[in-house]
């Protein structure tokens, strides 16, 4: 539908004030909530990201695409059966403890919720307890751990040792990222993934937890 084509393409210029007028339009139009999330902010930050992967756009051009999609999602949510927008899952993440850094961090949380899915953002130097914790009492699907510094990456094994003790290691699933990482770290530690960059990290996720 061309309103949906529209706020796709004023979220993919990151136009805030377009995206939220737009949005509010098609509700109008009687568009159920859910296709406008899916077909029109969803689909607008899926071509950003693939943009963002082929370095056609950059990490400012990320940030104003997803300022404007919470715009668009803010007009959806009071419409939305229950209290929050349908989402393909939740993920907890966070910077482990210790650590300082969370560009990087910050970036994959954009584009897991970008990309659907619920994020719980504990910030950063998170002791290893808060992400089982969290896991637990939202019943979440993924934590997702980054570390910049080579000093804290042990932090991420006692976060899957606490996940094992807890039982939820397996149904929970564990990713984890940063400069100093590896694939080879990651199944060292029993770490279900290695993500190097925002778009592979909304990747792996998809593929650990079924979404499409």
């Known amino acids: 539908m061309e309103i949906l084509n529209q706020i796709s393409a004023s979220l993919q210029e990151g136009d805030t004030a377009a995206v939220a007028k737009l949005t509010g339009q098609a509700v109008k139009q009687k568009l159920a909530p859910k296709e406008i999330l899916d077909r029109g902010l969803i689909a607008g930050m899926n071509v950003v990201g693939q943009k ?76 290893p307890e808060r992400f089982v914790d969290e896991a637990e009492k939202n019943s979440a699907q993924v934590i997702g751990m ?9 932090v991420m094994e006692k976060v899957v040792e606490l996940a ?31 993500c190097f960059d925002g778009i592979s990290a909304v990747e792996r996720v998809k593929d650990l937890t079924g979404a499409k």
């Open 164 to 194: 094992k003790d807890r039982g939820i290691y397996g149904k929970t699933k564990i990713i984890v990222g940063g400069a100093p990482l590896s694939a080879d770290y990651a199944e060292e530690i029993g770490a279900d993934a290695y």
């Open 146 to 154: 980054s570390a910049l510094l080579t000093t804290t990456m042990p």
């Open 52 to 127: 963002f992967k082929s370095h056609e756009i950059f990490l400012p051009d990320v940030l104003l695409a997803a300022k404007a999609m919470y715009a668009g999602m803010d007009v959806l949510k009071p419409l939305m059966t229950g209290e929050s927008l349908p989402t393909m899952g939740t993920v907890v993440i966070g910077t482990v403890h210790g650590d300082l850094h969370d560009i990087g961090k910050n970036l994959v949380a954009i584009m897991l919720r970008g990309a659907g899915f619920e994020v719980i953002d504990l910030g950063k130097d998170v002791p």
